[in-house]
């Protein structure tokens, strides 16, 4: 008897080392604003429907919940997952993902000295650098993200049956690989993606070079759209000087049967104090297969954060469109417009948890 308490007690203590060593995080954010435009593209007929104001989820930036979790294996290796939900806070649904539950990221890792393995739903390298040469920060209203999602929809930048790998950082540099394995019966290269990054880093420098290629097709249940024929190319720079960033890129969507975009994007962002910035950009689309379809975008936001976990914000924009280009001026509510000269602005609530 006494050798069996003995053991359950060290089965206890063990249990408990193990669980120390182990954790598990909820987390999130929700963003909610008031969107207002001049003019709204009519889906029927392509032409102006008036002007539009409504209340959206992700006036700023998208609104999601999730679970992320780490164990310590020992020797500097250690378990990671996440699983993320995109939710829309105007109406409880899915928003911001591939359409699923769990449609933003879902995926296992293992971290170590070697670099990091990770396998499952995942953003690609090409996003991602995409994402970090964004001057706005990729916000939902007037930024770089406007014409990535008006070419692409959601391929590249969620990859459904994906595994990855990222290089420890070396002399400033880092690299990113991933290969979504797709196939159908009788066909392996259908819903096939890959797409491999390069970061490099000294001081206030930050240079990215990425590249995306996806094959149409696949048998990835994906309501919004995520595996179209698509190539991507980019390259971004940025330069920090004290309170001011300042970035510059230029990326090419080229989608299959449908567009061949060249996006030149650039902007400051000036941290006025650390609980307030305001930044700027311009991104300017040209159709390489036909000329005739270009847009200018420009934005201007501020935001003023009264906690740690929340902030408002306040967003103004415009876009002309010429040709068949239709860029929009807001993710939600407004991603697409309509020829001329439309402008728009947004106020809005963020808070992280």
Do not use: C
Not at 59 to 83: M, N, Q, V, Y
Not at 154 to 179: C, D, E, H, K, W
């Amino acid at each position: 008897m006494n050798r069996t308490l003995l053991a359950l007690a060290l089965m206890g203590v063990t249990s408990g080392a193990a669980y120390a060593q182990s954790s598990v995080t909820l987390y999130g954010e929700l963003d909610a604003g008031l969107l207002y435009t001049n003019k709204t593209l009519a889906p029927t007929t392509g032409g102006n429907a008036g002007s539009n104001f409504s209340l959206i989820d992700g006036g700023r930036a998208p609104s999601f919940f999730g679970f992320t979790g780490t164990e310590d294996l020992g020797g500097g290796l250690k378990a990671k997952f996440k699983i993320e939900s995109g939710i829309n806070v105007a109406n409880g649904g899915l928003n911001n993902s591939n359409g699923n539950q769990f449609g933003r990221q879902a995926w296992l890792a293992l971290d170590g000295n070697f670099g990091e393995f990770k396998a499952g739903l995942q953003f690609s390298p090409f996003f991602l650098a995409v994402d970090e040469s964004d001057p706005r920060a990729f916000s939902l209203f007037g930024s770089g993200a406007l014409p990535y999602v008006n070419s692409a929809i959601g391929t590249g930048i969620f990859n459904s049956n994906a595994v990855s790998y990222t290089t420890p950082r070396f002399a400033g540099l880092q690299g990113r690989a991933m290969l979504a394995l797709g196939g159908s019966p009788g066909d392996f290269q259908a819903g096939r993606q890959y797409s491999f990054a390069v970061n490099y880093e000294h001081g206030g420098l930050t240079a990215n070079a990425a590249f995306y290629d996806g094959n149409a097709g696949g048998t990835a249940n994906t309501p919004v759209p995520t595996n179209l024929g698509f190539e991507g190319r980019m390259l971004g720079v940025s330069y920090a000087y004290g309170p001011v960033i300042a970035k510059a890129s230029f990326v090419n969507y080229k989608v299959a049967g449908s567009a061949n975009n060249n996006v030149y994007g650039g902007g400051l962002t000036y941290y006025v104090s650390p609980a307030f910035d305001v930044n700027g950009g311009v991104w300017v689309t040209s159709d390489r297969d036909h000329t005739t379809n270009h847009s200018v975008l420009a934005a201007l936001g501020a935001e003023y954060f009264l906690s740690k976990t929340t902030s408002l914000y306040a967003q103004v924009g415009l876009v002309d469109n010429h040709g068949a280009m239709d860029t929009g001026l807001s993710i939600t509510g407004a991603l697409n417009e309509v020829p001329g000269t439309t402008t728009g602005a947004d106020i809005g609530i963020r808070h992280t948890f």
